[in-house]
């Protein structure tokens, strides 16, 4: 069954292709079992070749498919690897894309472009798959700017609201930014080592590359600008809270669940070239760090719930990144895993609460909703202590991980270590204001009748509450992708430590139930001083990274393309079209129409050529 | 034979040759600006058979016959054209052929 690996992107592909050409024609009903049912699939497929892969005890399997280009020695093919870590993001890729499909054939259901709906989400299962599985960079990029664009294409899936195309353009604008650094690494990486297979890439460097030289901190300073704009981490953070403009499934799907976790995955699959770099490697962990307790504190002063939950998620991209620095592969990725679950959990449940309260997004105007929607309240109860790292809830266990591998690193390993349960105690704070605000207190406008619902948008629900609550226990086979004896050491730390670790979380959900629930500390009195609305006033803007980037980036270019528009080279053109302009007009002039005025200026001529000749 | 100095048959040929010129330029009429023409043409025949006659040379006299026919095959497409612009614009005022102007 592996050999049929190559079936996994093409289903969403043909569903894509079928939906696109019908240009729906076709009914909902068809649209739905062709969107949804591609996805479903790929994951049957996916989970027999997952018992088949890990029966076989292989630790990698390559499937050619055909060759793609072969240009002299450059010879990418259409090939699939499946180890370890694609076998995990496929399962992730396909299993949660398909409860989000179905999610979204009810949740969609009243829009008038279901069709092109289904259609850009199978074109997105699809070139995630590509880059997931791909044996070489250039399939990986391929798939690569092929989830781009169809996050860009889902972003201003709305397309009529200006501010949604406009958001649309920033994620697709600011990414680029990344890409252009990754494709330059690329190019790089095929002109130092001669081949962009990834295996063979991590082999060859592996033997002609010392720890720390230049070539590995450049290449993986070029991959890394790819992972940090993908995975909306600083300093390309700004676009993944304005993503939020597109349909709620999509922000699970896309900007939770999988796409935006691409970096991580890159960074994982090439960790070869990391560990040959170890100050690139230590910047990612910084990286992590300083992007996860800034998108925390901007998560506490947001309303939206979507942008609440968006900020959320960058920030538990910073705990992947922070795991993926301090070395800890396998926990990041395992984290990778529950995260998908929890935040693509909160995400649905956001999407009932919104749909219920008629696309309602504040907060703050709703309000003791867990009577009217209780499954959303489940749902969020449940995906919230997960989010929070509640003991033995699936986040709790990757969580754990990643922060004790950053604790067992030498030297700032205990900075590293010390943001990282700062950060987890504003999650708790975060997550649990957003849970009571909107699920306690008292009712405030208009509360709704009854839930969104139906078996295709709370089953779902359901699925990834087990697997928020159980997906903890689940280990992942990527042993042999980052080498044995990594990931299950045990790590020797003392009771009083982990203890701390456990209660400071709780610790913010206490601070969260008093501030927020029993009203013990007011808000409002703390606003009341300039300083904390100042504060709150810069956080919210997500401490002011799009203002700096309007002037450091945006009012500039806007500057020079507006000064260039009369520029000195258009100016001399310009000059040469005016001059033969008038000369036009003066012979123009000359042109009457007069037979004796021709004849006259003939004789004329005639009579000056004779002077001439008289007086030369 | 007394011979005529070149001199008088040259000035008399410029002579004709600027009350063509002249006929030419101011006329309405175009049949007159037609006549003006055929007098510029003859004006320079003269010119050429005084000179074949001082130097005593026969091309002068061919030229002059050359000219002949030049100007019987001009009046021909000249008068045709005037019969076509009589009939096209009621008129024979050349003013009235103006329109092609810048």
């Given at each position: 069954?592996?050999?049929?690996?190559?079936?996994?992107?093409?289903?969403?592909?043909?569903?894509?292709?079928?939906?696109?050409?019908?240009?729906?024609?076709?009914?909902?009903?068809?649209?739905?079992?062709?969107?949804?049912?591609?996805?479903?699939?790929?994951?049957?497929?996916?989970?027999?070749?997952?018992?088949?892969?890990?029966?076989?005890?292989?630790?990698?399997?390559?499937?050619?498919?055909?060759?793609?280009?072969?240009?002299?020695?450059?010879?990418?093919?259409?090939?699939?690897?499946?180890?370890?870590?694609?076998?995990?993001?496929?399962?992730?890729?396909?299993?949660?894309?398909?409860?989000?499909?179905?999610?979204?054939?009810?949740?969609?259901?009243?829009?008038?472009?279901?069709?092109?709906?289904?259609?850009?989400?199978?074109?997105?299962?699809?070139?995630?798959?590509?880059?997931?599985?791909?044996?070489?960079?250039?399939?990986?990029?391929?798939?690569?700017?092929?989830v781009g664009l169809c996050s860009y294409l889902l972003i201003g899936f709305w397309y009529t609201k200006p501010e949604n195309g406009y958001a649309a353009r920033k994620a697709f604008v600011v990414t680029r930014v990344g890409d252009t650094s990754m494709a330059i690494g690329l190019f790089l990486l095929f002109a130092q080592l001669g081949t962009l297979n990834i295996q063979d890439m991590l082999h060859v460097a592996e033997v002609e590359w010392n720890i720390g030289s230049g070539l590995a901190i450049a290449t993986t300073m070029l991959l890394l600008g790819g992972a940090v704009g993908k995975s909306a981490q600083l300093p390309l953070q700004t676009w993944l809270p304005d993503a939020m403009a597109g349909p709620t499934p999509i922000s699970a799907l896309i900007h939770a669940a999988t796409m935006v976790t691409a970096g991580v995955y890159l960074i994982a699959r090439t960790h070869v070239l990391f560990q040959l770099a170890p100050s690139v490697q230590l910047l990612v962990a910084w990286i992590g760090l300083i992007t996860l307790l800034m998108a925390g504190f901007t998560a506490l002063t947001q309303s939206d719930i979507k942008r609440i939950l968006a900020f959320s998620t960058v920030s538990q991209i910073g705990y992947m990144f922070l795991g993926l620095g301090v070395g800890a592969w396998s926990a990041a990725i395992f984290h990778l895993m529950t995260h998908a679950f929890f935040k693509a959990l909160l995400f649905l449940a956001s999407g009932t609460v919104i749909l219920s309260m008629h696309h309602e997004q504040s907060i703050f105007k709703m309000g003791g909703l867990r009577k009217a929607l209780p499954v959303s309240f489940a749902s969020f109860l449940i995906g919230s202590l997960a989010l929070t790292a509640f003991p033995y809830t699936s986040g709790y266990f990757s969580k754990d991980e990643i922060l004790l591998a950053a604790l067992e690193l030498d030297g700032?390993?205990?900075?590293?270590?010390?943001?990282?349960?700062?950060?987890?105690?504003?999650?708790?704070?975060?997550?649990?204001?957003?849970?009571?605000?909107?699920?306690?207190?008292?009712?405030?406008?208009?509360?709704?009748?009854?839930?969104?619902?139906?078996?295709?948008?709370?089953?779902?629900?359901?699925?990834?509450?087990?697997?928020?609550?159980?997906?903890?226990?689940?280990?992942?086979?990527?042993?042999?992708?980052?080498?044995?004896?990594?990931?299950?050491?045990?790590?020797?730390?003392?009771?009083?430590?982990?203890?701390?670790?456990?209660?400071?979380?709780?610790?913010?959900?206490?601070?969260?139930?008093?501030?927020?629930?029993?009203?013990?500390?007011?808000?409002?009195?703390?606003?009341?001083?300039?300083?904390?609305?100042?504060?709150?006033?810069?956080?919210?803007?997500?401490?002011?990274?799009?203002?700096?980037?309007?002037?450091?980036?945006?009012?500039?270019?806007?500057?020079l393309s507006r000064i260039n528009h009369a520029d000195l080279v258009d100016r001399f053109y310009g000059l040469i079209v005016e001059v033969s302009k008038s000369a036009n007009k003066m012979v123009v002039k000359s042109q009457t129409g007069y037979l004796r005025w021709y004849a006259f200026i003939m004789a004329l001529g005639l009579v000056a050529l004779l002077l001439l000749g008289i007086i030369l | 034979m007394s011979s005529i100095p070149i001199e008088h048959g040259l000035v008399l040929s410029a002579i004709l040759f600027a009350i063509g010129l002249i006929g030419v330029l101011t006329r309405r009429n175009i049949v007159f600006v037609l006549m003006s023409l055929e007098i510029m043409l003859n004006a320079s025949g003269l010119a050429f058979i005084v000179a074949a006659s001082r130097w005593g040379h026969a091309e002068g006299q061919v030229m002059f016959l050359m000219i002949l026919t030049l100007a019987a095959a001009e009046v021909a497409v000249g008068l045709g054209l005037i019969i076509q612009m009589f009939r096209q614009f009621k008129t024979i005022d050349i003013n009235v052929l103006s329109e092609m102007k810048g």
């Open positions: 069954m592996q050999e049929f690996i190559w079936l996994l992107p093409s289903f969403p592909l043909a569903g894509f292709l079928i939906l696109v050409l019908t240009s729906g024609t076709l009914s909902r009903i068809t649209v739905a079992v062709i969107g949804a049912g591609s996805i479903g699939l790929s994951f049957l497929v996916a989970s027999i070749i997952a018992v088949q892969f890990l029966g076989s005890g292989d630790d990698y399997y390559i499937k050619e498919v055909w060759a793609w280009m072969s240009v002299g020695g450059f010879s990418p093919g259409f090939s699939f690897y499946l180890d370890g870590l694609s076998l995990v993001m496929m399962l992730i890729i396909t299993g949660v894309g398909f409860l989000i499909h179905l999610y979204a054939t009810g949740y969609m259901a009243d829009d008038p472009s279901y069709s092109r709906f289904f259609s850009y989400m199978n074109l997105f299962i699809a070139a995630m798959l590509m880059l997931v599985l791909g044996d070489n960079l250039v399939l990986l990029y391929l798939g690569w700017e092929g700032p390993g205990i900075f590293l270590w010390a943001g990282g349960v700062l950060g987890a105690f504003f999650t708790g704070i975060y997550t649990f204001r957003l849970f009571f605000v909107v699920f306690f207190g008292e009712t405030s406008g208009h509360p709704p009748e009854k839930e969104v619902g139906g078996w295709h948008m709370n089953g779902p629900l359901i699925v990834l509450m087990v697997l928020s609550i159980f997906g903890g226990f689940i280990s992942i086979p990527v042993d042999a992708v980052f080498g044995h004896g990594e990931s299950h050491e045990e790590h020797h730390v003392s009771a009083l430590v982990h203890g701390f670790m456990v209660a400071v979380p709780l610790l913010g959900i206490l601070v969260s139930y008093l501030c927020f629930h029993k009203k013990v500390f007011s808000i409002e009195k703390l606003m009341s001083y300039s300083i904390s609305r100042r504060l709150h006033k810069f956080w919210h803007s997500g401490w002011g990274m799009d203002w700096l980037y309007d002037r450091v980036f945006v009012f500039p270019f806007l500057w | -």
